[in-house]
Structures are given as C-alpha cells and as structure tokens.
C-alpha cells in the first residue's frame, strides 16, 4: 500500500452515525401512538376494575350478617360463663350450655318463628317449644326444661316432626341430623 491513501484516510474525520429513535421491532411507526393508546386503556381498566371489586368487597363486608359474640357471667359476675353468638339477620340468639359432666348443648332462641330449641350432643335428638312474644323464658328455665324432657323415657309415644319447614334457618340446620320433637 502506498503511504499517500493511508495519510488521505487519516487526515479525514470519521462519518457521524445518528441515534435512530427506538422503535419497537415489526410495529410500524404509525402504529406506535395505537399500541400505546391500547396499553394505556387496559392498565386504567384494570385499575379501575380492582378499585371496584374492593369497594364492593369493603360494602359486603359491612353490611354482611352481623354476629356479636360474648361471654355473659352471672349477675354477681360468679358462676359459670355463657357464651352467646347473636345474629341480626335472622333474629337469632345462640347459646352453648353445659349438659352434664362432660358434655354440652346448643340452645337457640329464634324470635323471628317466636322458637326455642336446644340439642344435646351426648344424644340423638332435637327439641324445640314455641313461645309467646312477650314472655320469652331465661336460659336456665329453657336448659332445665328441655334436659327434664330429654331424660324423660319418651318411647313409641313421641312422634318426630315431619315438616321441618316451621322451623327457622338456624334451627334447621342444628338439627338436620337428628329427629326433631316437640318439647
């Protein structure tokens, strides 16, 4: 090689290469503005879907079926503690009492079908009694009540009720399992 073309090519100034603008690969530019539009439209209905769904969840959650839960002691604040779970839907007091030594009972007061009833675990049966709207009796009458009943020898006297559609939706479901009698 001759030294006069390796002195013209240094003596000249490298070319200056522009940064083309980024695009993105296969899209055409005129579809650019488009396909951000697009992205754009689906990330705020996205936000705005998730924005509702929680609202709603927060909406339901407060005006779901309400159960208060407590534990009430005697009048002296001795004796053995009940617990009562309350629901406004359905009008209903739930309590758990003791049937003996080592076994318990559920006692339902249900004022919307003006309702008693009280099954045992240690047996297979379930009663109930209706009661008068102003007059419904404390827990240690029905307890007492129902445990004299349940002790009584019942036989073939008893016949178990057939149409349990009298019965409210928690006692229903207390007593799905086992023959219901009336007390």
Not at 5 to 10: D, F, G, Q, R, T
Not at 109 to 130: F, K, P
Request: one cysteine or more; aromatic letters at 6%; glycine letters at 6%.
């Amino acid at each position: 090689m001759d030294d006069s073309s390796k002195e013209a090519l240094m003596e000249e100034a490298p070319p200056r290469y522009t940064e083309s603008p980024p695009r993105l690969p296969c899209v055409p530019h005129e579809l650019k503005g488009l396909l951000l539009l697009v992205a754009l439209v689906v990330v705020a209905l996205v936000v705005v879907n998730v924005t509702f769904l929680l609202l709603g969840l927060h909406l339901s959650e407060s005006h779901a079926e309400t159960v208060l839960r407590m534990t009430i002691h005697g009048l002296d604040g001795q004796g053995t503690p009940q617990q009562l779970a309350m629901s406004k839907k359905e009008r209903t007091g739930t309590f758990a009492v003791r049937d003996g030594l080592n076994a318990s009972a559920t006692v339902v007061y249900d004022y919307s079908e003006l309702l008693v009833g009280y099954r045992s675990w240690r047996q297979r049966a379930c009663y109930i009694t209706r009661v008068d709207k102003d007059n419904f009796p404390g827990l240690d009458a029905v307890t007492e009540t129902f445990q004299r009943r349940q002790d009584e020898d019942v036989g073939d006297k008893a016949v178990p009720l057939a149409d349990r559609s009298v019965l409210g939706t928690t006692i229903n479901i207390l007593c799905s399992a086992v023959p219901v009698f009336w007390a």
